[in-house]
């Protein structure tokens, strides 16, 4: 081990400043809104609680080896790559070639799926004899912005260094920064809430367009397929891990401030600092560490800065000292260390000396210091750098003209995850159809859903008319009556009415759908009304910190939905029907709700959107992969379901009432005004 003396120093501080409590936060919390204390401890007590299930992995060495299979697979998916996607003819293709002292630069794409292309700059030794396998590096770039030239170009510098020194070097372009410009901010800026339902991450991208560089690295008769490493800063920090982790021919990984975890990230904020390619969606809620440890045994050197805002300290020394119990499972706790540099979020002389040395002794036995790593330095302010080589020489496509007119990278977020095409049941097979989607569903877009969900619990109540419920621990909701408690109790019917979120949305058009017994209560679920929250674009923390958890905000509204349903039934002594109703993004948490809880009697949605990719519907986990709003309308059956709104769009619901032999429980009506 060589811990540098600031390494054992920040444990000690760690250690002296107690528990994942204490910790750098990224900014001031939001306290501009009612709901936002509400919102955020309840992000930071599951975060705390999803962390801490790292104990069991941990237990033993067959107990991690007997998961690992599972949580390889578990990890794929919340990349949007599971299925692995086929491995198609990478198509490689050298457009021009720069030769230097001690080094030639090919300027080189490929196509990771056909059609998404990868720029990028290979560096080898000038001089390479017959025969002779090189050690390689993968180098992913982290978020320097060169425009056209593509961010390779930044970190051409460690391209030759590679190169002078023995080994093959592919510095590639990211998806946003690249040559190709495509987007990274989806969530963080960009509005594409979609890519939740999705289950789209530019960080799955990111991680197959680097396994495919692998493949063509081990593919040339100059590279050793048994010596591979990946390595880069930022952004090419978090990808190392994505990579590393999903691809065992990596043999070394050197991630450069590219990991904190979930008390960090969520707890302290540090999501407001990140892009959405440093983050899978954590559909099986995993403690953030598991994603490094699946690297283990296999060498890696975890590297930062003690003055790095969005990698802190506290979430660095949480996350090594985890490491290191994983990797003493296998004995090979000699594989595994940390190397901490003063200074802020960047490359410095010891963190370049780190990482060329590990490489230099886990590739070629070679654990000499290292002397020369300062040669070829970019120089000058951040805004006007000046680089050894002109960056338009390190282009692929040297002209605008030469781009790819049959490129998916600008819209391979519709692209690389691919919707469920579900088809209607036949007549006879409706309850083998719907149990298997419910399966599904259970699995990747309502996992943390206990089962039953508890009804909602009164905290208080404002007079006859108005309640305060808690759904769940430290969320509130609120309630009223439109009924007269004397009418009350005369009901045919429950009739609950879900808020939208839209702070325009009225309710005018309740008089459309209640019936004249109707007892008519409407509840506010989180985040409506006098529970909204802090929203701003950037950096949309409640709604992106939902995502490393595992949910949604939507799925949230939904079970303060089925609690509340649930509270009523008992308000009323189980002798009411509960029929629930809503109006456009509302309209789809009724539904789901009813979904979940199969003794809701019926559902009446109004003006409801066709589908998850349409702005203002509700955005839930994956479940773009797994089916659609009209599918979901359709496993209501047999119940009464009233759609108020375009008959055009609701043929596969009539479809499949009519195999569920329910046909007659579903009716159209013309879309309120």
């Excluded at 699995?443 to 404002?462: M, W, Y």
Aim: aromatic share 10%.
């Amino acid at each position: 081990m060589w811990l540098s003396r600031l390494t054992i120093l920040a444990f000690v501080v760690v250690c002296a400043g107690g528990s994942t409590g204490w910790g750098q936060a990224y900014g001031q919390p939001d306290r501009d809104q009612p709901g936002d204390e509400m919102i955020q401890a309840y992000l930071a007590r599951e975060a705390q609680r999803i962390h801490e299930t790292f104990a069991q992995d941990i237990t033993s060495k067959d107990e991690w080896e007997t998961l690992r299979p599972r949580y390889r697979r578990e990890y794929l998916h919340m990349l949007g790559l599971w299925p692995m996607p086929e491995k198609t003819p990478l198509r490689a293709t050298v457009t021009g070639t720069l030769e230097g002292d001690g080094y030639a630069v090919d300027m080189l794409h490929y196509q990771s799926i056909p059609g998404l292309y990868v720029t990028g700059n290979l560096w080898r030794p000038a001089k390479v004899e017959p025969g002779q396998r090189l050690p390689a590096v993968l180098y992913v770039c982290g978020h320097s912005f060169c425009g056209r030239d593509g961010n390779k170009t930044a970190y051409q510098s460690h391209g030759l260094w590679f190169a002078r020194h023995g080994y093959v070097c592919l510095v590639l372009d990211t998806l946003q920064l690249g040559e190709i410009a495509a987007i990274h901010h989806g969530t963080y800026r960009e509005g594409r809430w979609w890519w939740h339902s999705r289950g789209y991450t530019p960080a799955g991208v990111e991680c197959l367009n680097g396994m495919r560089g692998i493949d063509y690295l081990i593919g040339r008769p100059d590279v050793d397929p048994e010596r591979i490493a990946v390595t880069g800063i930022s952004g090419g920090g978090a990808a190392t891990f994505w990579i590393a982790a999903a691809d065992e021919r990596v043999k070394v990984a050197v991630p450069v401030s590219g990991m904190a975890d979930l008390p960090s990230y969520v707890s302290n904020r540090v999501i407001n600092g990140h892009c959405d390619c440093m983050f899978l969606y954590n559909t099986y809620q995993w403690p953030w560490t598991r994603i490094a440890a699946l690297i283990a045994p296999r060498a890696m050197l975890f590297t930062n800065s003690d003055q790095d805002s969005i990698f802190p300290m506290d979430a660095n020394q949480r996350v090594i000292n985890r490491l290191e119990r994983v990797y003493s499972l296998y004995g090979a706790s000699d594989f595994v260390d940390s190397f901490v540099s003063i200074g802020d979020h960047a490359y410095r002389r010891d963190i370049r000396q780190a990482a060329y040395r590990f490489i230099n002794m886990h590739l070629k036995n070679d654990p000499r210091v290292v002397e020369d790593s300062e040669v070829d330095i970019p120089t000058g302010p951040r805004d006007h750098r000046e680089y050894s080589i002109d960056r338009t020489k390190l282009r692929v496509f040297p002209t605008d003209a030469d781009l790819p007119k049959d490129e998916l990278n600008t819209t391979i977020d519709r692209r690389f995850v691919p919707m469920a095409q579900v088809e209607p049941p036949e007549r006879g097979a409706f309850e083998g159809w719907k149990n298997s989607i419910l399966a599904e569903l259970r699995d990747v877009t309502f996992r943390h859903f206990s089962e039953p969900i508890p009804p909602a619990e009164v905290l208080e109540q404002d007079g006859a008319q108005q309640w305060w419920l808690s759904s769940e621990a430290d969320i509130r909701v609120r309630l009223r009556s439109l009924t007269k408690p004397a009418s009350q109790d005369r009901s045919a019917r429950i009739l609950l009415v879900v808020e939208d979120a839209d702070p325009n949305e009225t309710l005018d058009w309740l008089d459309r759908v209640r019936e004249s017994n109707d007892a008519v209560y409407v509840l506010a679920p989180r985040g409506v009304g006098e529970t909204r929250w802090t929203q701003k674009n950037p950096p949309n923390y409640v709604e992106r910190s939902h995502v490393l958890l595992g949910r949604t905000v939507d799925d949230g509204r939904i079970r303060d939905v089925i609690a509340v349903a649930r509270y009523l039934r008992g308000k009323h002594d189980g002798a009411v029907p509960v029929h629930i109703c809503g109006r456009r993004g509302a309209a789809i948490l009724a539904a789901y709700a009813a979904l979940w809880d199969a003794r809701i009697s019926g559902v009446t949605v109004v003006d409801p959107p066709a589908s998850h990719m349409e702005t203002g519907a509700p955005q839930l986990l994956n479940v773009l992969r797994v089916c659609d709003i009209p599918d979901v309308f359709g496993m209501l059956a047999p119940r009464p379901l009233t759609i108020h709104g375009q008959t055009a769009d609701w043929e596969k619901v009539a479809q499949i009432y009519s195999a569920a032999d329910a046909r007659d429980n579903l009716q159209f009506r013309a879309a309120a005004q």
